[in-house]
């Protein structure tokens, strides 16, 4: 007896977008309309921003990464040669600074409009009575100010805090146009006030790669990005890539090389000049639409789960009914035995048997 067997979904159908497969298994997206997060990594080793002002420059990567969805992270390693090395182009705007206040101080020379204080408020001739003004005066303040708050502790430092936040944020604009940075050019301390975390490694070869990769492997591994944007030429990150693009992370190089290794491995690249001139925030778009409609496919293909299969596979689910072939069969026991009780032969027709008893009445 053959038996048809009726299974109750076997292949069940996956809801739209809700499991995404990767290389390290499968990823639930708890809300695909939220944007990603983006974590910017700076090789500063290998790109510094050179004559560019650190903290424009800062500004226009974290523009051109907030295309591409939340920017959560930023963050900048680099030995201390790197913060204490100052530019061809630093060095020759003090030159000339240099050089404009010793006519200044000569009266060869005379500025256009007196120099302004911009704490205080008060006016000077020459640039270098207004330098010896703000570290005589503003410094000093600034310091007392700093030391209070160290050495106040619970409500007390609280509100110190707040009565001195406002005096010491003017402070600080106003040295950054005045004072010269204690260490290089100050590229440490304009990143730090562009949101970057700075981080500075010891003097040896290949130090800050390691470390910016070991701090990149941590944030894949710990799920805290979801797109990954690296400023470096430097192919030792080729495989950080490939990782990132493994674990369907979305990836970005930003550099000069046109057509290096690492930029082919990316999904995308965009050059140093393209981030300063803006033009990455515009073609950062249409990138950001082709990775929708990635997704959009990836989502949509199939995938055979043979454990999911199993266990929505059930026996007791199995419902066996009579087929037609059983009732097929009785009939044809019922014919064998009505052949069987004429005493014929199954090849005999009915027929020829009628013919010869009609011979043998017509002898008779």
């Not at 420059?57 to 390693?77: D, T």
């Not at 207004?130 to 619970?154: C, T």
């Not at 590229?187 to 500075?200: P, S, Y």
Request: with cysteine.
């Amino acid at each position: 007896m053959v038996s048809i067997l009726k299974f109750r979904s076997i292949f069940s159908t996956r809801p739209y977008g809700a499991i995404r497969y990767c290389h390290f298994g499968s990823e639930q997206v708890k809300n695909p309309k939220l944007p990603p997060r983006v974590g910017l990594f700076w090789d500063l080793d290998n790109k510094p921003p050179n004559s560019i002002p650190p903290y424009e420059v800062a500004n226009k990567l974290r523009v051109a990464a907030s295309s591409f969805g939340v920017v959560r992270h930023m963050i900048a390693y680099a030995n201390s040669h790197t913060f204490s090395h100052v530019p061809l182009a630093v060095r020759e705007r003090k030159k000339e600074r240099e050089l404009l206040n010793h006519l200044e101080n000569k009266g060869v020379i005379k500025p256009n409009e007196p120099y302004l204080c911009r704490v205080c408020g008060r006016k000077f001739h020459t640039n270098e009575k207004l330098v010896n003004h703000f570290k005589q005066l503003h410094e000093r303040e600034h310091a007392k100010r700093v030391n209070q708050i160290e050495s106040a502790r619970g409500s007390r430092r609280v509100k110190l805090v707040a009565k001195y936040s406002m005096k010491m944020e003017k402070y600080k604009k106003a040295a950054r146009a005045v004072l010269t940075p204690k260490v290089g050019y100050g590229l440490a301390d304009e990143l730090k006030r562009a949101g970057f975390w700075v981080q500075t490694v010891l003097d040896k070869p290949q130090a800050a790669d390691r470390a910016l990769k070991s701090h990149m492997v941590d944030m894949m591994d710990h799920r805290r990005i979801e797109c990954l944007v690296l400023v470096s030429d430097d192919s030792d990150f080729i495989n950080v890539i490939r990782e990132a693009k493994l674990r369907c992370l979305k990836t970005v190089v930003i550099g000069d090389t046109p057509d290096g290794e690492l930029k082919r491995t990316a999904d995308a690249a965009f050059s140093w000049v393209e981030i300063l001139m803006g033009k990455a925030k515009k073609e950062a778009v249409s990138v950001v639409e082709n990775w929708k409609d990635r997704d959009i496919l990836k989502r949509l293909e199939w995938t055979y789960n043979a454990e999911g299969d199993i266990k929505k596979f059930n026996p007791d689910d199995m419902v066996t009914e009579d087929s037609e072939d059983k009732n097929i069969e009785d009939i044809c026991d019922e014919v064998d035995d009505a052949y069987k009780d004429d005493g014929g032969a199954w090849w005999e027709l009915d027929s020829d048997d009628m013919d010869s008893r009609n011979n043998v009445c017509v002898q008779k």
